[in-house]
């Protein structure tokens, strides 16, 4: 079994109302994640790996976590692309991680999904529940056309004038449950910031 550690959901659940303070705190801690690229030297560069969808890769994923706890639910998804363009955006995501949280024991389930597989990865005890659980609704079709969204809100002339953003892209449910996209695209050199929030189900920009 994956180590344990505590968890306090506050910390993990975007909410809506939080606004753009839930996504400047994103990409703060982006930063702290591809800080060192930018220092270090140019790696090698390796094989491409095979795009999955959203839905296919929570499918895997929630039969790795009802594997370990039987009653899990699903908190969030989340995916990253390194030196990201519009092409490689729409063409889509090579892993996924999603959160799941078992109310019967009380712990969270981190499980990553590939088109090679799904394994859980960590078990964090949960100091309180989540205060949201998304069920299974429009999310499931996929982010592209909340990516579109972004490219269209300055996304699209961000990427072209920063070659080297990392784009991150996190869906979980707000205060009242209805599940929100927040986009963040940062230049780790630069440090520019793009920040969207996005309604999962209208695809509306919410607000700042």
Not at 16 to 21: E, N, P, V
Not at 30 to 58: C, E, F, H, M, Q
Not at 87 to 112: H, M
Request: glycine fraction near 8%; proline fraction near 6%.
């Amino acid at each position: 079994m994956a180590h344990k550690v505590k968890r306090n959901w506050t910390l993990l659940l975007p909410v809506a109302g939080l606004g753009i303070g839930y996504l400047l705190l994103l990409g703060r801690m982006l930063w702290g994640n591809v800080s060192s690229l930018a220092a270090a030297k140019t790696a090698p560069p390796t094989p491409a790996r095979a795009a999955i969808a959203l839905w296919d890769a929570y499918g895997q994923a929630r039969a790795a976590a009802q594997a370990l706890a039987a009653d899990a639910q699903l908190v969030s998804a989340s995916a990253q692309w390194q030196a990201a363009s519009e092409e490689t955006l729409l063409k889509g995501a090579s892993a996924w991680t999603f959160v799941f949280y078992s109310p019967a024991g009380g712990y969270s389930l981190d499980v990553v999904a590939s088109a090679e597989a799904a394994r859980a990865v960590n078990q964090a005890q949960a100091w309180v529940a989540p205060q949201t659980i998304l069920a299974e609704s429009a999310w499931q079709a996929g982010p592209r056309e909340a990516l579109l969204v972004f490219l269209a809100y300055g996304g699209r002339t961000f990427l072209d004038g920063h070659p080297q953003a990392v784009v991150d892209l996190h869906l979980a449910g707000d205060a009242q449950g209805k599940p929100v996209w927040a986009i963040v695209a940062l230049d780790p050199e630069e440090r520019s910031l793009l920040p969207l929030l996005i309604d999962a189900e209208t695809r509306q920009v919410l607000p700042e």
